[in-house]
């Protein structure tokens, strides 16, 4: 299952996924392929949990999640530990970081978010929407793959997971995340790393 990332933006599976051929790659390697689409304007984490609970497939399921999708797929992890089988957190978003923080707020609040909103979906320590505890109560295998660097997806927030949940591996060569155009010249090292954690 693919989780996309994106918060409040113009962003849905097909334009984070199949646009960029990670869809199409991961099926001709012989895997099926859940996209289901997260909410477009969501009041908070929970509201996000219980929208993809509704079309969850059949498990175990190893998910694959973007940026802040993360999030999403470590609170779908947590709640049902029976179907989430392994998680792949792909090109965190950085929390906790002032200017990116307040970079989030103005666009949150300039699309409509209520000021409660903002605060639910900002809050968190390594990730947004978890604590650092809810990482370490993760009892699964967890890899992650970090972003080039910019300031929305930081080394240190792919570090941070590595230390915090047991047994996590790191999955190179790290990538631009999609659908960023640089992406696709890192496609097939993406897809290897992938697929070889499965």
């Known amino acids: 299952m693919l989780i996309h990332g994106g918060?409040?933006?113009d962003m849905d599976?097909?334009?984070?996924?199949?646009?960029?051929?990670?869809?199409?790659?991961?099926?001709?390697?012989?895997?099926?392929?859940?996209?289901?689409?997260?909410?477009?304007?969501?009041?908070?984490?929970?509201?996000?949990?219980?929208?993809?609970?509704r079309s969850l497939p059949d498990g175990p399921l190893t998910?694959?999640?973007?940026?802040?999708?993360?999030?999403?797929?470590?609170?779908?992890?947590?709640?049902?530990?029976?179907?989430?089988?392994?998680?792949?957190?792909?090109?965190?978003?950085?929390?906790?970081?002032?200017?990116?923080?307040?970079h989030t707020r103005a666009g949150l609040t300039a699309q409509g978010a209520s000021p409660a909103a903002i605060e639910d979906l900002l809050a968190g320590q390594t990730l947004r929407g978890v604590t650092d505890a809810d990482l370490r109560r993760l009892d699964l295998p967890v890899a992650v793959?970090?972003?080039?660097?910019?300031?929305?997806?930081?080394?240190?927030?792919?570090?941070?997971?590595?230390a915090l949940v047991p047994g996590t591996v790191e999955l190179l060569p790290a990538t631009p995340e999609p659908p960023r155009p640089e992406f696709p010249a890192y496609l097939n090292a993406f897809i290897s790393a992938v697929t070889a954690s499965c």
């Open 63 to 102: 998910v694959l999640a973007g940026s802040n999708g993360c999030s999403l797929a470590v609170r779908l992890a947590l709640a049902h530990p029976d179907l989430v089988a392994r998680l792949i957190l792909a090109w965190p978003a950085t929390a906790g970081d002032p200017r990116v923080d307040e």
């Open 7 to 9: 918060l409040w933006e």
């Open 145 to 162: 793959a970090p972003s080039i660097p910019n300031p929305f997806h930081q080394r240190h927030t792919a570090d941070a997971l590595l």
């Open 13 to 53: 599976a097909r334009r984070f996924w199949t646009v960029p051929g990670i869809t199409g790659a991961l099926r001709e390697r012989g895997l099926d392929v859940h996209l289901p689409d997260r909410l477009r304007r969501p009041e908070s984490w929970p509201a996000e949990v219980a929208h993809v609970e």
